[in-house]
């Protein structure tokens, strides 16, 4: 977290189910959004909060359904990430699961979210680029002992 001003403690930790979508030259599928609060671009893999009772496996199914409008099968958990990260002028404290999950080798993949923001294909080269944060910090890891 960078920043002059402090942030504002977290409200709550928060369970969220993301996918790490990755096409074979390497590159991953992600949303981005920019932090109203520094003008920074955060950037992560596809998925959302796991609803209470909801295995994260199936939130990140019914997730990406639901933002992307892809179908996905056979998710595969990578890892769990802890990460706090200031959006917003406040702290956010987020358990991620990471999967890889199967896609079809047809798929449309839409230039948006449900909730507008935009979905792109983020190149190994940037993924230690200055100008955005990808997130949760330690997936660049996770996805380096993953298969693409």
């Given at each position: ?8 403690p ?46 994260a ?23 769990v990430?802890e ?66």
């Amino acid at each position: 977290m960078t920043g002059a001003e402090p942030l504002a403690p977290p409200e709550r930790i928060r369970a969220i189910a993301i996918a790490a979508i990755r096409r074979a030259d390497g590159a991953l599928l992600v949303t981005s959004t920019v932090d109203p609060a520094t003008g920074r671009t955060l950037v992560r893999p596809p998925g959302g909060g796991i609803d209470p009772g909801e295995l994260a496996a199936d939130a990140v199914v019914r997730e990406l359904h639901e933002e992307l409008g892809l179908e996905v099968a056979g998710p595969r958990l990578l890892g769990v990430l802890e990460s706090i990260v200031g959006f917003a002028g406040r702290a956010r404290h987020e358990h991620m699961f990471v999967f890889a999950v199967e896609v079809a080798a047809d798929a449309s993949w839409p230039s948006t979210t449900d909730a507008g923001h935009p979905v792109w294909w983020l190149e190994p080269a940037r993924f230690a680029d200055a100008e955005i944060d990808l997130v949760p910090v330690g997936l660049v890891g996770l996805l380096g002992a993953a298969p693409a």
